[in-house]
């Protein structure tokens, strides 16, 4: 499996669209057309917000994640915010979105950021298992619930480098 950014894999925006789009906008109250999505996927780019990474194996895009700036207009302070992970069901537990998010790290700390953002509804135990750390609940106009997580990359490594034997 090879991760790399989506704007060198033209090929893949309408699939990474078709899934965003049906996992994160089609089930919600948003006016977002599917045409919008692929044109946003059309302007990632690779050190710039927002970036788009895809996981592939010959070929086959196995799942998606983004950078943006900002993920949640209320709370603005924090940047920058992993967003859109998405792996296809016949992935899933295969550590497609474990190497998606190292991934994103990765590119977050090469552009100068120690520290990570997500947000998430129904993913909060899922993010608190893998090392993430809770911040805050807050509401929104669309959303009753939603959970704030960051990483710091600094507190991170050396968590990680103490279980190291």
Known sequence: MIIDFLSNHP????????????????????????????IHFSNTKENAFPITLVALVDEECLGTVSIFEN??????????????????????????????????????????????????????????NRGWTYLETVSDDKYEKIDIFKINFLKFKLTTCENCT
């Not at 309408?14 to 089609?26: A, D, G, L, N, R």
């Not at 919600?28 to 599917?34: A, D, H």
């Open 11 to 38: 090929d893949k925006i309408t699939e990474v669209s078709e899934m965003i789009f049906k996992e994160f906008v089609v089930n919600t109250s948003s006016c977002m057309k599917f045409e919008d999505v692929v």
């Open 71 to 128: 993920d949640l207009k209320i709370r603005d302070m924090y940047k920058p915010w992993l967003a859109s992970l998405y792996t296809k069901p016949e992935y899933r537990g295969k550590r497609v979105g474990q190497e998606l998010v190292a991934n994103t790290i990765d590119v977050v700390k090469k552009l100068g950021f120690n520290e990570l953002y997500l947000r998430t509804e129904d993913a909060s135990d899922y993010y608190r």
